[in-house]
Structure formats: C-alpha cells, structure tokens
C-alpha cells in the first residue's frame, strides 16, 4: 500500500491550530514555517524548554536519545525539537502562539 502523499498534521492544544509536518523538518521546525511559535531554546534535544505531551500520533527522534527519562517518554512526552512526526501528532503545551504574518 502506497505511503499517502500528504504530510503528516500536528495540532496544538489548546492553541487549536494544525500544520503540515513534513519527513524533512522538526515538528519545531514545521510549525515555524506554518507561522506557529513553540517554546524553544536549545533546538538540539539538551535543555527541555520544547517538553510537550503527546496526546496522540507517534515520531521519530533524530538524535539516538533525546532530552527524555523512560518515565517521560512512557508517559508521551516529546521533544518537537528532534522529534519528526510519522503520523497525525496532537501535542498540547502552553506556550504556543500564533506569529504575525512576515511581509514579502
């Protein structure tokens, strides 16, 4: 069975807003480009600051061992920093907003 052509969605909550992951970005990585801001600091897996819960769907990490405990990742949280969306992904954090749209 064919993979289907579109990119994987990731909704914030409570934010309510979804954007396109692609296999080729961060989940931190496609929410910028969807003009999304999500807490970060680091961008390597290290310091936490992007630690959300995963309500549902799964990712893979592009670092062997990101930031997490067993206890954290058993739990579902993730780290959008290094984490690449392989399906649907709800995460919920506060400290996500909307950024203004940039002029061409």
């Known amino acids: 069975m064919p993979d289907s052509p579109c990119p994987p969605l990731v909704r914030v909550e409570p934010l309510g807003q979804s954007f396109e992951a692609p296999d080729s970005l961060t989940i931190l990585e496609a929410a910028g480009f969807a003009n999304l801001h999500l807490p970060r600091s680091c961008r390597n897996g290290t310091c936490r600051t992007c630690l959300c ?51 061409a």
């Open 53 to 103: 819960k995963m309500l549902s769907g799964s990712v893979r990490y592009t670092i062997e061992w990101p930031g997490l405990s067993r206890e954290e990742k058993a739990e579902g949280y993730i780290l959008p920093c290094v984490a690449i969306a392989e399906t649907d992904v709800v995460i919920e954090t506060e400290g996500a907003r909307t950024l203004p749209l940039r002029e």
